[in-house]
């Protein structure tokens, strides 16, 4: 590993900080030391809804997230698509405005509305939608469908289109098409 991708990695691990842990992702990406996937680069794709799984696979995703503030976010991890979440099986639309709407009032989106500024009735909103995702899993060779839970140690990362959950696999985060 390059030293500076090792100082990188070491101080996002000393810190615990998501900041530092973007700036070492990044850092990966543009030394090629890490396969890149941007979702959905230019906004044309339908609506969409995904978890990324936390892990060390040498994959990192990146998306845009937190509506009109238009960050640029990465995660390392494995995708698994979602559903459930207001999904109309004959068109094979997922609804996302529910989820969206916790990040919107008075006909717009508060970016603002992050981490520890979502009010407590906009975040036990979330909490509710969040047990509607379907998430399936495997268990000993059995197919289980389980539900997603709002990880409530990562609440400063919580933005629009970028939500930390527990998986059955662990950690990951939810991710959907950004309202921007």
Same mark, same amino acid.
């Given at each position: 590993?390059?030293?500076?991708?090792?100082?990188?990695?070491?101080?996002?691990?000393?810190?615990?900080?998501?900041?530092?842990?973007?700036?070492?992702?990044?850092?990966?990406?543009?030394?090629?030391?890490?396969?890149?996937?941007?979702?959905?680069?230019?906004?044309?794709?339908?609506?969409?809804?995904?978890?990324?799984?936390?892990?060390?696979?040498?994959?990192?995703?990146?998306?845009?997230?937190?509506?009109?503030?238009?960050?640029?976010?990465?995660?390392?991890?494995?995708?698994?698509?979602?559903?459930?979440?207001?999904? %109309?099986?004959?068109?094979?639309?997922?609804?996302?405005?529910?989820?969206?709407?916790?990040?919107?009032? %008075?006909?717009?989106?508060?970016?603002?509305?992050?981490?520890?500024?979502?009010?407590?009735?906009?975040? =036990?909103?979330?909490?509710?939608?969040?047990?509607?995702?379907?998430?399936?899993?495997?268990?000993?060779?059995? =197919?289980?469908? %389980?539900?997603?839970?709002?990880?409530?140690?990562?609440?400063?990362?919580?933005?629009?289109?970028?939500?930390?959950?527990?998986?059955?696999?662990?950690?990951?985060?939810?991710?959907?098409?950004?309202? %921007?």
């Amino acid at each position: 590993m390059d030293s500076r991708l090792e100082q990188l990695k070491a101080t996002w691990l000393a810190s615990g900080r998501f900041e530092d842990e973007q700036t070492y992702l990044r850092a990966r990406v543009e030394l090629a030391d890490a396969d890149h996937v941007y979702l959905d680069p230019d906004g044309s794709t339908p609506p969409w809804l995904t978890v990324v799984v936390r892990r060390g696979t040498n994959v990192v995703y990146e998306t845009q997230c937190a509506g009109l503030a238009c960050e640029h976010r990465m995660v390392e991890g494995y995708l698994v698509p979602v559903g459930g979440l207001k999904s %109309d099986v004959a068109s094979s639309e997922i609804k996302l405005a529910p989820l969206t709407d916790v990040f919107h009032a %008075d006909g717009g989106c508060r970016y603002g509305w992050c981490g520890g500024g979502l009010p407590a009735a906009e975040l =036990n909103r979330l909490r509710r939608l969040l047990r509607e995702v379907t998430f399936w899993h495997s268990t000993g060779g059995a =197919n289980r469908r %389980d539900e997603l839970k709002l990880d409530e140690t990562r609440l400063v990362q919580l933005v629009e289109a970028w939500v930390p959950v527990l998986t059955p696999y662990g950690h990951g985060v939810l991710l959907y098409k950004n309202c %921007d």
